[in-house]
């Protein structure tokens, strides 16, 4: 193995990896630097010495210009890339997964490359010399040298042929697949964001479906979003911000026709989106009520379309349904049909529906005598309204189930029964409505019956409808697609109620039982009331509800009688009262403005084994847990245990020399007191974490904030990780607090998020603190002993 040279491994190694998009494209025999075909022959010692090397090295690029960002990620995910290969057999194994990854990844290079000569192969038995020059220009799209393209090609013979001059290129089209390529990327960009949808490529840019042929703000905003791309970190959001910025500039920035194209493939893919579900809504009222359209037509906007392309999608969608909107009825087709078009003059979408059964369809509509009622799909029924009645006393009436849903109706009114053509229009007085094509069609009436029980808060009994539903369903594509929206919507809410069940069981577990009655329970009693406990042995809905009111009004008659003074009685009585609910309001904001007695006289003698024994007097405050503190030679000072108790051995002082200073902190519910020390000087001079601007002599983090659901704040000098601790019920006593939960964040990670994700399981709103961390020497990380005042936030998203 040779020798390992720094300014060597910048330039060979890290620059090529950066290149290729960071650590994830590279393997941990290259980024140590060492040889795989070495594998077997390098002894542990030698390959833990190019690792302890390769290590140091990174340390010191944290701060580089160029390799910064890069060797953050690798110092980050050290310990995993090395641990494989610092024992031989593990080492081995690796080796012979890196070689098959390492052919993955060379065949994936010539891919394009083989598969062009292998077409030429075909067509012509071997490769015409004119086409050399368009294979060299695929092979540097795949990342290949001019000696490796030139390797291949030289395997298959060469055609000699006069050459003719190139046609000129070719426009980029939008086909198919480039339309799933960029809805693809849109949706990871989401996904990395975090932020506002992104659903077309205009939106990527700030602007909306009205500024599209805007040709010279859209070139300007994407030189400005090149230059901010530029910028980025390598990683995945660099490489699909790369990628769209591709498209616009192929679609978007030429303007004209390709900008019309693009704009009618976003009409189409909403239309698509939003068929089944205006099929679904006008299954019920057989129209478009208006709080339906409304809410339709901000699904259209959220989807990339401004309000007039979304309210002709809206209009042309149910003329093709042969039914019309609620108070725009004088918007219908005309005769003639309709059709939809972009901004640009291009034809949209068009109703496939002729005049006469259009004008069919609107009288069909009037009276239950006529002769003819109207399908969802715009055909004429042969079928009497009075045929459709005819049936209704044997069957249930799903049009009657839908009206009986607003007023939550008895749970064996949902019991599912056969369905058939019956049944009249309650809501609106017309007989009739489920006549014809509709008694054809069995899989209408289940899905009503499904929309009413979703309505009534009962999925499951939705779920069993809906299950009727895809049964009789059967070649219907429109059918099948009607049915899939309500399923979906069904799922969800089943799906969501499971999450709903947890999370109300636990919060009663925790005694948090406002966050049980006013966040989870109240959802199950409205949304999903059939929705029974997953837990089998578990309490019931109403049984949960009972105990969480009952804690709650007890906790409300503990809190009057609690006396407002003297201060320690207050404070035993507000504990009773979160002893009963945990998240009660007033108690926790009563227990937020009381003083913890601090502990009494603390003493530290040596055991003659050379343990140090440190003992205190009680806390005047009741209940507390105390927090012992050593302080160290270099001004900070490290948490020794807690305990309830007045008496604590700390091991780790060592056996000789002078005893150590000792501090003691109560606390209780997340209140502390101040600090009492062993050597008798005031909690001013002692550093506590509670109160010091500088914990454990660290500096601090400062500014916190929201951004876009992100924690944000500004980073001392100096410090490059951090240590993020949340509590939902109380602010974090310190970073060790056993009721919190913590994680650390770098400024790398840090820098590539543009801030902090706090994860969605924790409770919200919660309580956060953030502790600054150093990196010893040794590889072992220091965190402070407490939070700065600036280094605290209440977090409410």
């Keep these: 193995m040779h020798a390992f040279d720094p300014n060597d491994y910048r330039k060979r190694v890290l620059a090529a990896v950066e290149r290729r998009g960071g650590p994830e494209e590279s393997d941990a025999f290259e980024l140590y630097d060492i040889p795989i075909a070495e594998a077997a022959r390098l002894s542990d010692a030698e390959v833990a010495a190019r690792v302890q090397q390769v290590w140091t090295l990174w340390q010191k690029l944290r701060d580089h210009p160029k390799f910064r960002v890069l060797a953050g990620l690798l110092v980050d995910a050290h310990r995993e890339l090395s641990e494989p290969l610092l024992e031989t057999g593990s080492r081995l194994i690796e080796a012979d997964r890196v070689r098959q990854l390492r052919a993955r990844r060379e065949a994936e290079r010539f891919e394009m490359l083989d598969a062009a000569i292998d077409r030429l192969v075909q067509r012509h038995g071997g490769i015409p010399a004119g086409k050399i020059p368009g294979l060299e220009d695929i092979g540097r799209m795949g990342g290949l040298t001019p000696a490796e393209i030139a390797a291949h090609v030289r395997r298959h013979r060469i055609i000699d042929e006069s050459p003719t001059p190139a046609p000129p290129p070719a426009a980029p089209a939008l086909t198919p697949e480039r339309r799933r390529q960029i809805r693809k990327l849109l949706l990871e960009l989401e996904r990395l964001r975090d932020d506002d949808p992104v659903p077309t490529l205009l939106s990527v840019l700030g602007l909306t479906f009205a500024d599209a042929h805007h040709t010279v703000e859209i070139r300007l905003r994407a030189d400005a979003w090149r230059a901010r791309t530029r910028e980025l970190p390598p990683g995945r959001l660099r490489v699909v911000l790369d990628e769209l910025l591709i498209h616009i500039a192929d679609l978007l920035e030429p303007g004209g026709n390709l900008v019309d194209a693009y704009l009618q493939s976003v009409i189409d893919d909403v239309t698509d989106q939003l068929r089944p579900q205006v099929r679904a809504a006008v299954l019920v009222e057989d129209l478009l009520v208006a709080a339906d359209f409304d809410y339709l037509l901000g699904e259209a906007i959220t989807a990339g379309l401004d309000r007039p392309t979304s309210e002709r999608l809206l209009i042309s969608l149910t003329d093709e349904l042969g039914t019309v909107v609620e108070g725009r009825e004088h918007l219908a087709a005309s005769p003639g049909g309709t059709a939809l078009r972009t901004a640009g003059g291009s034809a949209g979408h068009t109703a496939d529906r002729t005049g006469s059964s259009a004008a069919a369809d609107r009288s069909g509509r009037g009276s239950a005598g006529d002769s003819g009622a109207r399908g969802d799909s715009g055909e004429v029924g042969g079928s009497t309204s009075s045929e459709s009645v005819e049936g209704g006393g044997a069957r249930q009436d799903s049009r009657r189930d839908a009206g009986a849903a607003a007023g939550a109706p008895d749970p064996a009114h949902w019991q599912r029964t056969p369905y058939g053509g019956g049944g009249r229009d309650d809501a609106s007085g017309t007989a009739g409505n489920l006549t014809g094509a509709r008694a054809a069609r069995p899989w209408e009436a289940a899905l009503q019956a499904a929309r009413g029980a979703l309505r009534a808060g ?247 904030t929201e951004q876009r659901g992100l924690l944000v704040f500004e980073w001392p000098t100096g410090i490059t990780e951090v240590m993020v601790v949340a509590r939902p019920d109380a602010p974090p006593v310190d970073p060790h607090d056993p009721h919190a939960r913590r994680w650390k964040i770098t400024n790398m990670r840090y820098e590539i998020e543009g801030g902090v994700r706090i994860p969605p399981e924790i409770p919200r709103p919660c309580h956060i603190a953030i502790a600054s961390c150093r990196r010893e020497p040794t590889g072992s990380l220091t965190v402070a002993t407490g939070f700065a005042a600036a280094a605290r936030i209440r977090w409410v998203r």
Aim: aromatic share 4%; with cysteine.
């Design 458 to 704: 009962r999925p499951r009994a939705a779920a069993g409808f809906v299950e009727d539903a895809r049964r009789g369903v059967g070649d219907d594509v429109t059918g099948a697609k009607s049915v899939r929206a309500v399923g979906d919507e069904v799922e969800r809410v089943l799906a969501e109620a499971q999450l709903r069940w947890r999370a109300a069981v636990s919060a009663c577990a925790g005694r948090r039982f406002v966050e049980a009655l006013t966040e989870h329970l109240d959802f199950l009693e409205r949304r999903a009331m059939d929705v029974a406990n997953p837990d089998p042995h578990g309490a019931s809905r109403e049984l949960l509800s009972g105990r969480a009111r009952a804690a709650v009004i007890q906790a409300g008659r503990m809190f009057e009688a609690a006396p407002p003074e003297p201060p320690d009685a207050r404070l035993r009585a507000v504990l009773d009262v979160l002893e009963v609910c945990a998240d009660h309001a007033e108690a926790r904001a009563a227990l937020a403005q009381l003083r913890v007695g601090a502990p009494g006289r603390v003493s530290a003698s040596r055991k003659p084994d050379g343990t140090v024994v440190i003992a205190w007097l009680a806390s005047a405050t009741e209940q507390v847990e105390y927090r012992v503190t050593r302080l160290l030679v270099d001004g900070s000072w490290r948490v020794v245990g807690r305990t309830r108790g007045i008496a604590l051995e700390d091991g780790g002082a060592g056996s000789t020399g002078a005893v150590p200073v000792y501090g003691v902190v109560a606390s209780v519910s997340g209140r502390t007191s101040e600090m009492t020390r062993s050597d008798g000087r005031s909690d001013a001079d002692a550093g506590d974490g509670a109160a010091d601007d500088r914990p454990s002599g660290m500096p601090t983090v400062r500014g916190l």
